[in-house]
């Protein structure tokens, strides 16, 4: 059965701080990893990762994947308030555009 | 990315009775998904919303329980029937092939809650 597991489940860190969410898979026939940022509703996209070792960066937020072991990482630096959020990884099997959510990472950060 | 909206944003509903949500996007797009994020859990997929035809259901979810429409490739709805308290969730559409891309964008999402 395919299954995304994310840890830790939560994290508590002070502004500045520089924090590592982890994403290990089981998929049959991988094509892509996805991380979303959750604040309220909606899920926010963040980035999309289906290459081993290239790491996507937007700002303070950066990913990478590595295929041979199944995990990503997502890496936020410098750390501010409205880093607070629950971070949901996902990842999508070929031919079928269906996304495997894991349990998400709620982070905190406070001032 | 597409602008999604979603409506109601969100409603309080008494068991027994049904709610639409309408899910509107402002460009056409391949896919559209409908997910549920029970109270405390991730999300999971309901159904795929294919335009045309029938919605393709995942394991543990029913046409009668949730019937969806896609008329059309920017718009889609799906009906919350004959509620219980169990369905209190926040249900969420989703689409993919914004510009040809594969990622997935959401909407705002609709927060239900059955008493």
């Known amino acids: 059965e395919d299954k995304v597991v994310q840890s830790p489940l939560s994290l508590v860190v002070h502004e500045g701080d520089t924090v590592t969410l982890n994403c290990s898979y089981e998929?049959?026939?991988?094509?892509?990893l996805l991380w979303y940022k959750q604040e309220k509703k909606a899920p926010t996209f963040l980035f999309m990762l289906?290459?081993?070792?290239i790491e996507k960066k937007s700002g303070r937020l950066s990913s990478i994947l590595d295929k041979k072991e199944l995990f990503s990482i997502l890496n936020i630096t410098a750390t501010q308030t409205g880093d607070s959020a629950v971070y949901l990884c996902?990842?999508?099997?070929?031919?079928?555009?269906?996304?495997?959510f894991g349990t998400g990472t709620r982070l905190q950060v406070f001032p | 990315s597409a602008v999604i909206s979603q409506k109601p944003s969100r409603d309080i509903c008494q068991r027994g009775t049904s709610l639409t949500i309408q899910c509107q996007v402002d460009?056409?797009?391949?896919?559209m998904f409908w997910y549920r994020q029970q109270p405390g859990q991730s999300l999971t997929l309901i159904a795929t919303?294919?335009?045309?035809?029938?919605?393709?259901?995942e394991s543990g979810f029913v046409i009668d329980k949730f019937p969806i429409s896609r008329p059309n490739l920017t718009f889609s709805t799906l009906t919350v029937s004959n509620m219980s308290p169990e369905d209190s969730s926040i249900y969420l559409c989703?689409?993919?092939?914004?510009?040809?891309?594969?990622?997935?964008?959401f909407g705002p999402g609709t927060r239900l809650t059955v008493t």
């Open positions: 989703s689409v993919t092939g914004v510009s040809g891309g594969y990622e997935q964008y």
């Open positions: 998929v049959t026939n991988f094509r892509s």
């Open positions: 289906t290459s081993s070792g």
């Open positions: 996902a990842v999508e099997p070929y031919n079928t555009d269906k996304l495997i």
């Open positions: 460009s056409q797009v391949t896919m």
């Open positions: 919303a294919n335009q045309g035809s029938e919605a393709t259901y």
